[in-house]
């Protein structure tokens, strides 16, 4: 007699939702390209992402290079290395710390935002007051906010970082003499394409994941208010797996290309 | 002779019914809501659907809607087939047909007045006409200066009645009405009530009303079906309907 293997339901449901969530990027890209384009919904929720994140990727980024410089610098003091520091903290934050931290805060702020402003449209009828009144839903408010997320959370990363960077200066001026100008000679002196390229190109999965789930769990939002609070709250511990999924892929992948 | 002259009567209608369901049949798991539903709907005639929560009302609707998908049966609006429809062809026939929600479902992120040109977006109308077309809606309702104004700052009654106005703006030939007196104070469902009213002597266009509530019922049915375990388990007036004996039937009236 042929023997079943009993999958445990945890398991058997959270291949279900990976299977789910790879057909709504399916049809994310299968409508991305048909008309019409919903440009000034784009706009808009470019706007919303960008904008209205500016000040928190801001102060975060600004106290991230703080406090990793004041953490380093007794360990390098202690090595006669302080000279080295604008290359490390430059090289850190643009390779890995900037666009993962960044990435996580946005999926605090953009991805359970998403799920909420959705899952709420959801149960609420307004999903399908938009597709009664003969516009695709989907196309309107699932493809914007991916597209726009997906452009968006690049420039938020840049932007961290630089301001990182000016954190980080402003605490070897102040305690180690060194002026703006010799810190960020020497930072960017450290920086080559190959620190850069590899965490921009990162920064637009990254994106593309924040958008993709929060939407995700926002459009198929079920169980009225608590399904709310649950697609809200599902989306950012969903993402943040997701986003250190994508990083160690694409650390794995750099290291690849850098070896050849 | 009889038999001929019900055949005809029954071509008759069948050519004004603006919407023709036969057989519909819809399932959740074990939960059978739909069981089989026929219904008509003729221009210019206000029908009643009643039936207790978790009837199948709703769902009847969003299949009529094209919202959900029934497991068996035909739905025809203004002669085409619903279920056979591509997504473009669907869109238009919304067009169409103007649907005020249970819970008004305005846009929550919107002003009215984009509320109610939302479903003007891909009219190919200047801005001008949009807001002739607008104004127009909200006058109907009585709400003219709420035009600015979020749905936020609005009140139940009110919400209903710019759902209202933006379910006609199109002047559809057919509403449909999802529970439009549910929620709200007995002055205010009146006041909705006597707005449906005015909207399909000015429009005259069909409308189709999901409700439990037996005033809005007897003010506005010209015909009323009741949907019993998914079926309909009696038609008739609101007169023949209240003086029957069935202890089902009368249930609702009570």
Known sequence: MEKRIRIPENVRSFLIEIGDLSYFAGRFFQELFTRPFELKELMRQCYNMGNRSLLLVGVTGFILGLVFTLQSRPTLMEFGAESWMPSMVSISIVREIGPVITALICAGRISSGIGAELGSMRVTEQIDAMEVSGTNPFKYLVVTRILAATLMIPLLIIFGDAIALLGSALVEYLKGDVSFQLYFNSAFDALEYSDINPAIIKSFFFGFAIGLVGSYKGYTCTRGTVGVGEASNSAVVFTSMLLFVIDFIAVFVTDIFTEI | ?254
């Open chain 2, 1 to 254: 002779m009889k038999e001929s002259k019900l055949h005809t009567e029954h071509t008759k209608q069948t050519e004004h019914s603006v919407i023709r369901i036969e057989g519909l049949v819809k399932h959740f798991g074990d939960n059978h809501v739909l069981n089989g539903f026929n219904m008509d709907l003729y221009a210019g005639e206000n029908l009643v659907i009643m039936g207790k929560s978790g009837s199948g009302k709703s769902v009847m609707i969003k299949c009529v809607m094209g919202l959900m998908q029934p497991d068996e049966g035909k739905i025809r609006i203004m002669g085409l087939d619903v279920l056979s429809m591509e997504q473009q062809e669907l869109d238009q026939l919304r067009k169409e047909i103007g649907f005020l929600f249970q819970g008004s479902a305005l846009y929550d992120s919107m002003t009215v007045r984009e509320n109610l040109e939302f479903p003007l977006r891909k009219q190919n109308l200047e801005q001008s006409e949009k807001d002739e077309l607008v104004m127009d809606a909200l006058e109907s309702v009585g709400l003219e200066h709420a035009v600015e104004l979020m749905p936020s700052e609005l009140s139940g009654g009110m919400k209903r009645r710019i759902a209202l106005a933006r379910a006609i703006i199109l002047h559809p030939k057919i509403i449909i009405y999802d529970e439009p007196t549910t929620g709200l104070d007995p002055i205010t469902a009146k006041e909705i009530i006597q707005l449906m009213r005015n909207i399909q002597k000015k429009h005259g266009s069909a409308a189709l009303i999901i409700t439990h509530d037996v005033d809005c019922s007897r003010v506005i049915a010209d015909r009323m079906i009741l949907l019993i375990d998914g079926v309909n388990y009696a038609e008739g007036s609101f007169s023949d309907l209240i003086a029957s004996k069935d202890e089902k039937i009368r249930a609702f009236f009570k």
